[in-house]
């Protein structure tokens, strides 16, 4: 099982990043996706999640109307555009997968490594 994520980097405030998220080693299309995010010294947030099959998703009120998650089945793939970004959205964003529809980190049994996004104001 590999998850890997990419795409963070340093933007300005009001800026855009896209995060990717590249699974294999399992059936994919079984799974719901979320992101999740870790600033320092504080705890790991839900961020989005998408359903498996109908691609239902939502949001943490936090990043509502500025990020989408989309998944594509074809490639493995989940993402996450994020516009508008400012400096409270810095942190670690990881990709993830459950067999569960839930926004609790505990529900989610593979994780990617993280990748750093930081905005400067």
């Known amino acids: 099982v590999q998850l890997q994520a990419s795409g963070g980097g340093l933007v300005q405030a009001g800026g855009s990043l896209r995060l990717s998220c590249a699974a294999s080693?399992?059936?994919?299309?079984?799974?719901?996706w979320g992101w999740f995010r870790q600033a320092p010294g504080k705890e790991r947030e839900f961020v989005a999640r998408?359903?498996?099959?109908?691609?239902?998703?939502r949001y943490a009120d936090s990043v509502e109307g500025r990020f989408t998650i989309s998944r594509d089945d074809a490639k493995n793939t989940v993402s996450l555009q994020m516009n508008s970004l400012n400096a409270e959205d810095t942190a670690v964003y990881y990709c993830?997968?459950?067999?569960?529809?839930?926004?609790?980190?505990?529900?989610?049994?593979?994780w990617g490594q993280g990748t750093l996004v930081t905005v400067s104001s």
């Open positions: 993830a997968a459950s067999k569960e529809w839930s926004a609790a980190v505990d529900e989610y049994i593979y």
């Open positions: 080693g399992f059936t994919f299309t079984s799974y719901s």
């Open positions: 998408i359903s498996r099959a109908s691609g239902n998703t």
